[in-house]
């Protein structure tokens, strides 16, 4: 995971640059005053004294720009790791990034958190790459991992989530921690779902079922990590009913879909709303899938109250989305307009592009069957530029908005397209 030298963080640039530069001086400051010892040492009474004085001068302009690296290589010789963090260093970095997690997507600082991962990202996965993982350490680095767990599922970027998760399994290996490679199992789960290999997805889920040591018996870890998987099946399942032909085959994986979701929520942490808010969410989209609107908005509505309650913006966005998915189902298209709305609105706010592009591309297509061609293209336009995945169906509405015969596809079709069109990452619990 060790980034090159361009995706190193800008202050670990500067800082290599600095003391590049002063590395120079030094040797530059230590021929001249090579120079002029032998000068002095020729002459004699109070040049002698000059020369010596020059040197010792120089000598500590040298110590004083070299300090920090001679401390580093002590300290990495004396502990034989070759860290370029200090623990306590590392420990800092844990918690800055723990609590910027807790503020993504949330109503308070959910714009700033986003502005903070882009930023530090880099940073982060330099400090993974740097540090070797001991046991000492593997709580900080856990923590650290989790941040960058969510921001990736955020940012739909499934190869990093993946190596994340191979590099959270080493220190769980290394460190012989059964519950951190049961994680970092369940963790790779959601990558290869994410990568569409859903079977392999499945397996991984397996396998960190059986690495959850038995002696954790009821504990709230367990617990938590017993969710995740559920949910984590869910959404597998709703995946290869999306892929399925009508029938079937697609009613059986929504089923299974609903089954697992059942056993997530007998098997939460005790209350946790959090944890009550995802579950309901993905339930009303099982419900969508089965074309029941109605039951959907009985689980959506209280839902984004809870979400409101809770400051999470991200999750109240997301069921405010489909609460305008199931608006247009009941053919309310005014109604799932005004959702789709305030949706964006809030999805803006705390800077989730992902959302903000589904639901200006909900917008641009309900547009475009209003009649209204070219502001609906200009509002699919904007959803494709905030989009981090080439959508199909979003390439399908673009081109029927600049066809001036055919008829635009809804933007919420009924059967199988429901699937894809409703399919949306869901943040899962972290370890605690």
């Known amino acids: 995971m060790s980034p090159p030298d361009e995706e190193k963080p800008k202050g670990e640039r500067r800082r290599g640059d600095f003391l590049g530069i002063s590395a120079i001086a030094a040797g530059l400051l230590s021929g001249l005053a090579s120079e002029k010892l032998s000068q002095s040492l020729e002459s004699g009474g109070w040049i002698k004294v000059a020369g010596w004085s ?14 920090p690296v001679v401390k580093r290589k002590y300290r990495s010789w004396r502990t034989g790791t070759g860290a370029t963090s200090t623990p306590s260093e590392l420990r ?24 903070w991962f882009e930023q530090n990202e880099p940073r982060l996965r330099y400090m993974l790459a740097s540090e070797k993982p001991v046991a000492a350490a593997a709580d900080d680095l856990a923590r650290i991992c989790d941040a960058l767990d969510a921001w990736y599922v955020r940012q739909r970027r499934p190869e990093d989530l993946l190596e994340l998760s191979d590099y959270l399994l080493t220190v769980a290996e290394g460190c012989g921690r059964q ?13 290869y779902r994410l990568l569409g290999e859903l079977d392999t997805a499945i397996a991984r889920i397996g396998i960190s079922a059986n690495v959850a040591p038995s002696r954790r018996g009821h504990s709230r870890t367990a617990a938590a990590l017993d969710t995740r998987r559920q949910v984590e099946l869910a959404l597998v399942h709703l995946a290869r009913a999306d892929a399925a032909p009508a029938g079937n085959e697609r009613d059986e994986a929504v089923a299974h879909a609903r089954s697992r979701l059942d056993d997530a929520r007998l098997s939460r942490p005790g209350p946790d709303l959090a944890a009550d808010v995802a579950i309901s969410i ?41 609460i305008g998915v199931a608006a247009w189902m009941l053919e309310r298209r005014d109604e799932a307009v005004k959702w789709w709305g305030r949706a964006e ?47 199909p169906l979003l390439a399908r509405y673009l081109e029927a908005g600049t066809e001036t015969v055919a008829t635009p596809p809804e933007p919420a079709p009924r059967g199988r397209g429901v699937g894809g069109w409703l399919r949306r990452r869901i943040e899962l619990w972290r370890l605690r």
């Open 282 to 322: 993905n339930l009303a989209i099982v419900q969508l899938y089965q074309e029941d609107a109605e039951g959907a908005l009985d689980l959506l509505k209280p839902a984004a109250a809870r979400a409101a309650a809770a400051g999470d913006r991200s999750a109240q966005a997301h069921a405010f989305e489909l």
């Open 345 to 391: 609105h809030h999805y803006s706010e705390i800077d989730e592009r992902e959302g903000q592009g589904r639901c200006l591309q909900h917008l641009g297509s309900a547009a475009i069957v209003a009649g209204d061609r070219d502001g609906g293209c200009k509002l699919l336009r904007q959803s494709a530029v905030l989009r981090s995945f080439e959508s």
């Open 92 to 115: 800092a970095a844990a918690e800055e990034a723990e609590q910027w997690l807790v503020a993504l997507g949330s109503e308070a600082g959910g714009l700033a958190a986003a502005e």
């Open 179 to 191: 519950d951190l490679e049961e994680l970092a199992t369940a963790r790779g789960a959601t990558a």
């Open 54 to 67: 020059l040197t010792i001068v120089f000598f500590v302009i040298w110590a004083v720009y070299n300090a």
